[in-house]
């Protein structure tokens, strides 16, 4: 196992355990507001630590340019969503 | 360590089937499909089926999931009504009877399939050079299946024909949906203006790269789709009006260049959707060119629903 591996393991692993901490928080936080935060918590950094961590396995500069991309969209994805989601649970829409 | 995580994904994806049938909100069983749907998504990757991955994750995660939620949103106001008129136990033991009878001849059916099952595959392995196409999938949809294509193409047209149907007199030939009016400088907005231009050249490239690796016209139409219809949602622009003579054509384009190419096969191959020896790569870039703006708007259509509003 080399350095490159070494990294790999402890990135991915430590995003891991920010999405188990996001899923704690949904199950447990007591309202739609902190709940959202939570949820967030898991795709920003639990999802950053991944795509990190498989960086250096990627065979060429594209795919990992590609990967790069897809945290980006789903920063944005997740940004934008979660503040409708706030939105609507503040006005009393569906069940929160 | 492999065998675990499929085992796992199974039962939670049976477990979420039954939840979201046993639901009583509609909206909630909603959700419980959408994530379904992506679950099953995974179960495609893992089985290295990555062509119908992606058709799950936009049609029948995405795709359907926005429409019923659109429709869970519409009966949202009428449901308590219509949960106080629960059927009778007779009628739900036979409604429990039936749906046990046609899962337990499907299981048969299943179980009882030989082992190894039949398979074309090698054949089709075999004759996938003759097509010029790199992807398996698109050579045996568009050459060895062309019949099975057409007809899927159509049949959206249909689904759309089915939805505008449902508009009431006094709107036909209007604008599709509700007026969206959403905060010009909120958040919504500032998403439908950053994420289209992404969008678009992610489904342009998935339709592009069809031809020879994963991807294909309608997981593209669908990201086309799904970008026009956050830009409506987000009001920056209005569904056009269904009696424009623009719009139909744009509808029926894709379709009738795949039945005209497949009736010229009758004439110059010897069978409707054949191609001539050296032209089938041709032809089906031809088909899948027109077919990819069509099933666009098509799929746009059929999420924006029947029209509503007069409009001009």
Known sequence: MNLADLFTVAAVSAGAVFFLAGTVGLLRFPDALTRLHALTKADNVGLGLVVLGLLPRVDDVLAGLELVAIWVLTLLAGAAVSQLIARAARRGGPPV | ?312
């Open chain 2, 1 to 312: 360590m492999i065998e675990a995580l499929n085992l796992g994904t199974a039962l939670v994806i049976l477990a979420l089937a039954v939840w979201t049938i046993a639901a009583r909100d509609t909206f909630a069983a909603v959700v419980g499909f959408v994530a379904y749907g992506l679950l099953l998504t995974l179960v495609w990757v893992q089985l290295r089926g990555i062509d119908v991955a992606l058709t799950e994750a936009a049609l029948g995660g995405g795709l359907t999931g926005a429409m019923l939620i659109g429709a869970a949103a519409r009966l949202r106001r009428t449901e308590g009504a219509a949960r106080a008129q629960r059927p009778g136990v007779p009628t739900r033991v036979a409604a429990a009877l039936l749906a046990g009878c046609v899962t337990a001849t499907l299981a048969v059916a299943v179980l009882g399939l030989p082992d190894p099952a039949p398979t074309l595959a090698p054949e089709t392995a075999a004759n996938i050079a003759a097509t010029g196409v790199g992807n398996p999938i698109t050579a045996v949809l568009l050459a060895f299946r062309a019949m099975d294509t057409l007809l899927e193409a159509i049949v959206v047209l249909f689904a759309l024909v089915g939805v505008w149907s449902l508009a009431p007199d006094r709107a036909w030939g209007g604008r599709p949906g509700p007026l969206q009016r959403a905060d010009p400088d909120g958040i919504l907005a500032y998403l439908a203006r950053v994420l289209p231009p992404i969008g678009v050249v992610v489904g342009v490239y998935i339709f592009w790269i069809g031809a020879d690796r994963p991807g294909g016209k309608f997981q593209g139409a669908t990201i086309l789709a799904a970008m026009w219809l956050l830009a409506v949602m987000a009001g920056l622009v209005d569904t056009p009006p269904i009696d424009r003579s623009r719009l139909r054509i744009a509808l029926i384009a894709g379709p009738v260049v795949f039945i005209a190419i497949g009736a010229a096969g009758v004439a110059f191959a010897g069978a409707f959707l054949a191609y001539p020896d050296g032209f089938a790569k041709l032809l089906i870039k031809v088909i899948e060119w027109a077919l990819f703006p069509s099933l666009a708007v098509t799929l746009a259509l059929v999420v924006a629903g029947a029209p509503e509003r007069t409009g001009t």
